[in-house]
């Protein structure tokens, strides 16, 4: 496709709210993945630290 102005690129030939619909999901949907593994990180760090203390 070619667009002739920034209007065209964003309605996508008429998909622009599914094309950027997508997108925006897709994008919430890695950042809350990133976010669950940094949680489940830390409570696992958090874990083993108590584990560690317990058995000193």
Excluded: K, P
């Amino acid at each position: 496709m070619i667009w002739e102005n920034w209007s065209q690129f964003w309605a996508m030939g008429g998909y622009g709210l599914y094309v950027w619909g997508s997108m925006g999901v897709t994008a919430a949907c890695m950042a809350i993945e990133v976010w669950q593994a940094r949680l489940a990180q830390q409570q696992l760090l958090a874990q083993l630290r108590a584990e560690h203390e317990g058995h000193l």
